[in-house]
């Protein structure tokens, strides 16, 4: 079980990149705002006109120049519905890409990071990001963005506007919007954190769920269902507390808000109405001013709804941004291993710093050998695994293929040369077909056929629709020991030279299991095969024998000269034949 936290991006960090994300869309952008400000001018228009209208009356002037002026304001509310409805239009599309462009960016980080750091780092908290922040993010795009957008042009350009009627009025009019401005810095002050927090409860939540039903046998077997159960609420109090902190943030936020929107208007009424009285203005000027004014708390009540909504998808976007900052080891891309050779010298390996759990491991694997690595639980067989398919670097001494690092090649090249094989196997939801293509795209069916008949997978004929069978979901179920085929059925197709198989046959009945391995043995003939053997008929048909224990290599040699040396591996096969070939739990790790 791993629990360590993902980074969250420094605020500064998270501006530039969705700075960055605007500007990869930058003229669509231009034209959303541009395609706005007309709109907006073209409202502005209307008040205006309204106000020469009162004037007009209040002059006694001809019916023909109000009905000229009435249909003019018809025309600009026409003009404005267009320009409107165009600027929704590519706004949506704008947020719709820059969702898209989001969600494309999370997965190629996430599938980019190492498998070494993926092991580490708490599932919850990357299902968490992958799932709620990356939605909050892309709806917000969709949603909040343009018409925040559109909110704040016409904000602009109305003010502006009234400054343009009476600059008196309109400085009424800003000192009216104070309030609004003090109660949003008041609340932007404290969301970010607020929402950050809320955020890593529910990390913290999806990760005690996560870990609980994955170890739900052990958690019975141990008897710590009350423990889990105080976990898993515990986590939920967390998440509660932080979201009434929120919640409170926001019930002072809006009332605020509210009231301050007649602000304004009020401060224009009374000033324009002694201005007004003192000859200094004209009715229609203060008319007009207060209808701008009337006019704005439209776009400031949408930029308000959606303000909270952007605090959440801050912090969820600082939560995503965050991944940038894991160590990701480019592999270096310009190297090719001369031959298949894989040497281990000197490996010294720790997963916590003072700890090494292998100590000084020699070990040269001959092209085509097949070499069973037994020992006792503990003794560091799947770490050396893990080394040995590149997943991790040694802390000192060096693994390599044909002279190069493995965990330095390129994930692509690494595929080709080593394949781990563990217990742990995914089926996509997908068809039979489709679940062994992302081994070896190019595959005709005929190979496809081939590939699963060599792992002993000979239920598929059972199967009507054959390799179109949809899994998962709805579709077919394969049991354990089926899917296990299947993922043995990609190695087959991706066809490295080295296989590290590390316990891949345990979900396996003993019979399945020896068959999958012997069709597995039969298709890999000539190339190099790694087993972790549990089960020591394994290490019985291998060509050679190591034995680590206590992190150390004690003995190499074939079956029958191990025996014959009578040690540690002899005791292991006196241990495993007394509890019988066929138990389920072999006396090897
Ligand atoms: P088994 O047969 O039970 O699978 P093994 O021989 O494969 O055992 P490893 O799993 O390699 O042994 O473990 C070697 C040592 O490293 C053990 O002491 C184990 O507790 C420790 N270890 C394994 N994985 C981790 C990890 N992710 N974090 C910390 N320690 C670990």
Not at 62 to 85: E, N
Not at 322 to 338: K, S
Request: proline share 4%; with cysteine; charged share 20%.
């Amino acid at each position: 079980m791993t629990d360590q936290h993902l980074p969250v991006a420094a605020p500064g960090d998270a501006r530039r990149a969705a700075v960055r994300v605007v500007r990869q869309d930058g003229r669509v952008f231009g034209v959303t705002v541009g395609l706005n400000a007309l709109a907006t001018v073209a409202g502005l228009v209307g008040p205006w006109l309204l106000g020469q209208i009162i004037n007009t009356v209040e002059n006694g002037g001809a019916v023909g120049t109000i009905d000229r002026l009435a249909l003019l304001i018809l025309l600009c509310a026409l003009v404005q519905l267009v320009l409107t409805r165009y600027a929704r239009y590519i706004g949506a599309r704008f947020g719709e890409q820059a969702s898209a462009r989001i969600r494309e960016l999370f997965l190629g980080r996430v599938l980019r990071l190492p498998a070494s750091v993926v092991e580490r780092i708490s599932t919850g908290d990357l299902t968490t990001r992958g799932t709620g922040d990356v939605t909050t993010v892309a709806s917000t795009l969709r949603g909040a963005i343009p018409d925040v957008l559109v909110g704040a042009v016409q904000s602009v350009f109305i003010l502006a506007a009234v400054f343009v009627v009476n600059p008196l009025l309109g400085a009424c009019g800003v000192v009216g919007l104070l309030g609004i401005w003090f109660a949003n810095r008041w609340y932007l002050r404290r969301a970010r954190s607020a929402y950050l927090d809320l955020g890593a409860a529910n990390s913290v939540l999806a990760e005690v769920l996560v870990s609980t039903a994955h170890g739900a046998r052990t958690v019975e077997a141990l008897g710590l269902q009350e423990r889990r159960i105080q976990a898993t609420v515990d986590a939920i109090e967390q998440c509660r507390r932080h979201r009434m902190r929120a919640l409170s943030l926001r019930t002072v936020l809006f009332p605020t808000i509210d009231i301050s929107y007649f602000l304004p208007l009020v401060g224009v009424l009374l000033v324009g109405g002694a201005l007004y009285d003192n000859g200094a203005i004209s009715l229609g000027a203060v008319v007009t001013s207060a209808l701008y004014l009337r006019q704005l708390s439209g776009p400031l009540e949408i930029i308000e709804l959606w303000i909270d909504l952007l605090q959440s998808c801050a912090a969820s976007f600082a939560r995503l941004e965050g991944l940038t900052q894991l160590r990701v080891t480019e592999p270096a891309v310009d190297v090719a291993p001369a031959d298949d050779r894989i040497e281990v010298s000197g490996v010294h390996y720790a997963y916590t710093s003072g700890r090494d759990v292998l100590h000084g491991v020699d070990l040269d694997i001959r092209p085509g050998e097949r070499l069973a690595i037994v020992g006792p639980s503990g003794a560091g067989k799947s770490t050396l695994g893990r080394l040995l398919a590149g997943i991790d670097h040694p802390r000192v001494g060096a693994v390599t293929v044909g002279g190069v690092a493995v965990a330095d090649l390129p994930p692509d090249q690494l595929r080709r040369q080593i394949v781990l094989v563990t217990q742990e196997y995914h089926v996509f939801h997908d068809s039979i077909r489709h679940n062994l293509l992302v081994a070896k795209p190019s595959a005709t069916d005929a190979e496809l056929h081939a590939a699963l008949d060599a792992v002993g997978a000979r239920w598929l004929a059972e199967l009507p629709d054959g390799l179109d069978t949809e899994l998962g979901g709805k579709g077919y179920r394969l049991d354990s020991g089926r899917a296990q085929q299947l993922a043995l059925c990609r190695v087959v197709l991706a066809d490295p030279h080295t296989l590290v198989l590390d316990e891949a046959t345990a979900m396996l009945d003993p019979t399945t299991a020896r068959n999958t391995e012997r069709a597995l043995s039969a298709v890999l003939a000539g190339r190099t095969v790694v087993a972790i053997a549990h089960r020591l008929h394994t290490a019985h048909d291998a060509h050679r024998v190591a034995v680590l224990a206590d992190g150390r290599l004690t003995e190499t040699g074939t079956h029958d000269e191990l025996l014959a040396v009578d040690g540690a591996y002899a005791d292991l096969w006196r241990s495993w034949h007394s509890e019988g070939r066929h138990g389920s739990r072999p006396t090897t790790g």
